[in-house]
Antibody, heavy 122, light 111 residues
Framework: EVQLVESGGGLVQPGRSLRLSCAAS????????MHWVRQAPGKGLEWVSG????????GYADSVKGRFTISRDNAKNSLYLQMNSLRTEDTALYYC???????????????WGQGTLVTVSS | QSVLTQPPSVSGAPGQRVTISCTGS?????????VHWYQQLPGTAPKLLIY???NRPSGVPDRFSGSKSGTSASLAITGLQAEDEADYYC???????????FGGGTKLTVL
């Protein structure tokens, strides 16, 4: 059974940093691209970042480019999102999603985690 | 303002048919990139509903169908049931943004 478990969310002040993790199990992690998607309270889904199977291709939404860094550790079956210079508008539930293919820009999200909540507030 | 445009809400009575549109442009849907649809039930994570424009994952009822034409895509739900009440999102790739894009989401209300 595919499982994606996010962690690392919490309350943080504007300008500070936070690192999210996603522990994957139930599939061969290094065969697939992975993504982060967020959802602000009461709002729609927003793609944040994606990474190919071997970290060779990485992409970010314009809203987080230069502040967030996605990475993965295939030996640990884990996906990460380093979030720096956090803003109040980054407040959201952050989902980890498995891609159906190894490349990051093709395919679909076939499995999602339950999300971890990030609240940016002073 | 989302790159992909969906109606904010649609509604229908049990047993009826509804459609949800997803309108893009020449840099995403019109460029030939696939459209995928996700269903988000209240308080839960999104779930894949339709992939590759018109394919249903195993376990998704055949009441749900997807199509794509030109710069738009559509999700059709026939035989509406109360359990279909949810938010629905389309997703594609945009070459101008070099990234994935979601529609703004459509709230389906079953009357």
């Amino acid at each position: 059974e595919v499982q994606l478990v996010e962690s690392g969310g919490g309350l943080v002040q504007p300008g500070r940093s936070l690192r999210l993790s996603c522990a994957a199990s139930g599939f061969t992690f290094d065969d697939y691209a992975m993504h982060w998607v967020r959802q602000a309270p009461g709002k729609g889904l927003e793609w944040v970042s994606g990474i190919s199977w071997n970290s060779g291709s990485i992409g970010y939404a314009d809203s987080v480019k230069g502040r967030f860094t996605i990475s993965r550790d295939n030996a640990k079956n884990s996906l990460y999102l380093q979030m720096n210079s956090l803003r109040t508008e980054d407040t959201a539930l952050y989902y980890c999603a498995k891609n159906s293919l190894a490349a990051r820009d093709v395919g679909h999200f076939d499995y999602w985690g339950q999300g971890t909540l990030v609240t940016v507030s002073s | 303002q989302s790159v992909l445009t969906q109606p904010p809400s649609v509604s229908g009575a049990p047993g009826q048919r509804v459609t949800i549109s997803c309108t893009g442009s020449s840099s995403n849907i019109g460029a030939g990139y696939d459209v995928h649809w996700y269903q988000q039930l209240p308080g839960t994570a999104p779930k894949l509903l339709i992939y590759g424009n018109s394919n249903r994952p195993s376990g998704v009822p055949d009441r749900f169908s997807g199509s794509k034409s030109g710069t738009s895509a559509s999700l059709a739900i026939t035989g509406l049931q109360a359990e279909d009440e949810a938010d629905y999102y389309c997703r594609s790739y945009d070459s101008s943004l070099s990234g994935l894009v979601f529609g703004g989401g459509t709230k389906l209300t079953v009357l």
